[in-house]
């Protein structure tokens, strides 16, 4: 079976995807490092050096420096399927990562995006 082309995908091509669409809605850069670092454990430095090295995706969380484990807690649909119900690992990680940015473009605080409640 091949891999979904989005695991050998540079981070740093879906990066600027999320800014952007975060900033559509008035929400900012800083606030999807945030949310990325929450996620992953990647401090900024250690994001800016994964986007400098053109990382894959597949590798970015691979090599994540501390899976939030808080994000279990991240239920919904992303992409007509339910992130909770996604098998596959990287997927699933790959999906959270694209919930939080839409709760983000959503307009939901950063306290709930980050499930501080």
């Known amino acids: ?31 999807v490092d945030e949310i990325i670092g929450w ?6 430095e250690g994001l800016a050096d994964q986007l400098e090295k053109q990382t894959d995706v597949e590798t970015f969380l ?30 699933r990680e790959i999906r959270y990562l694209d919930k939080l940015i839409d709760e983000l473009a959503k307009g939901k605080t950063m306290e709930k995006i980050l499930r501080k409640m």
């Open 39 to 44: 996620l992953t454990g990647y401090s900024p």
């Open 1 to 31: 079976m091949t891999k979904h082309r989005i695991y050998t995908m540079s981070f740093a091509r879906v990066y600027p995807e999320y800014v952007a669409k975060a900033e559509r809605k008035g929400r900012t850069k800083a606030e």
């Open 62 to 91: 691979a090599e994540a420096p501390q899976l939030n484990p808080a994000r279990a807690m991240i239920k919904g649909v992303v992409c007509g399927v339910r992130v909770e119900d996604i098998e596959e690992p990287t997927m």
